[in-house]
């Protein structure tokens, strides 16, 4: 009996946990597909679960951040949903590839044409962003997420480092270093390369000089090997001829 009290007590406790940590994984929430890099470009996923069981997601609205505008904002079509981008003038003049910038992306707003998001279920909403700010270690994106039964939760609050997460944070995208860094790799690995098919090529060099020496080494045995065969071919002709006349001396006698 006592260890079933104990079984259930901590079956509760778990439900409890489970429970309590839920609506933390719940919320509108923002992640790169691979890295993002201060100065480079990402492809970021807007991720929207249904936190409702009687209610769809119907829309979706993310504002993008106007301390660190953005010169291209372009959102991956996303079946079911219809995309609308809005677009302002920047507070601050902004270049890209040495062109002047006269309009940014200030918010994308998703409308389901059907359905929508159904209640257990999340959808992604990508979009192709850059180039992102080198001062800056994270952007903040607010959003408002619509149900079909009109209601409004607004993803907003701005999580502050060393305090809880408030109950509707706004989604955070964090910068990775830029990858200058692994340039250098690069032209270090480069000049690594190159000593080491300079190396190559001098050991390559080596080994055909000491194939041309022992070609010659060659060369010279086979000559010498010539000159002896020749000798030797004379001294039996020589010999033959000598045993000829001996025999023909005896024969007359």
Do not use: C
């Not at 001294?235 to 023909?248: F, I, M, P, Q, S």
């Amino acid at each position: 009996m006592k260890a079933s009290r104990i079984a259930a007590a901590g079956a509760v406790s778990g439900i409890a946990v489970l429970a309590l940590s839920a609506p933390a994984f719940a919320h509108v929430s923002v992640q790169p597909e691979g890295a993002a890099a201060k100065g480079g470009y990402a492809v970021v996923d807007f991720k929207v679960p249904n936190e409702r069981d009687n209610a769809s997601t119907t829309k979706l609205e993310v504002s993008f951040p106007t301390d660190h505008p953005l010169a291209s904002v372009m959102p991956q079509p996303v079946p079911g949903w219809k995309a609308d981008v809005t677009r302002a003038k920047p507070a601050k003049p902004l270049e890209s590839h040495g062109k002047q910038i006269t309009e940014v992306v200030t918010k994308v707003t998703w409308t389901a044409d059907g359905k929508g998001v159904e209640p257990g279920y999340f959808q992604k909403f990508p979009v192709s962003i850059g180039a992102l700010p080198e001062d800056a270690d994270q952007l903040v994106f607010k959003a408002i997420q619509t149900y079909s039964n009109k209601e409004v939760v607004r993803w907003i609050e701005v999580p502050q480092e060393g305090q809880d997460e408030p109950d509707t944070p706004a989604p955070v995208l964090k910068l990775s270093a830029a990858e200058d860094d692994a340039h250098g790799a690069s032209g270090a690995s480069d000049a690594k390369a190159d000593d080491t098919g300079a190396a190559a090529q001098n050991t390559a060099a080596d080994a055909s000089s000491s194939d041309s020496g022992s070609g010659d080494g060659s060369d010279t045995t086979a000559r010498v090997l010539g000159i002896v065969g020749i000798v030797v071919g004379a001294a039996g002709v020589a010999y033959g001829v000598l045993a000829g006349r001996r025999r023909n001396s005896g024969a007359a006698a």
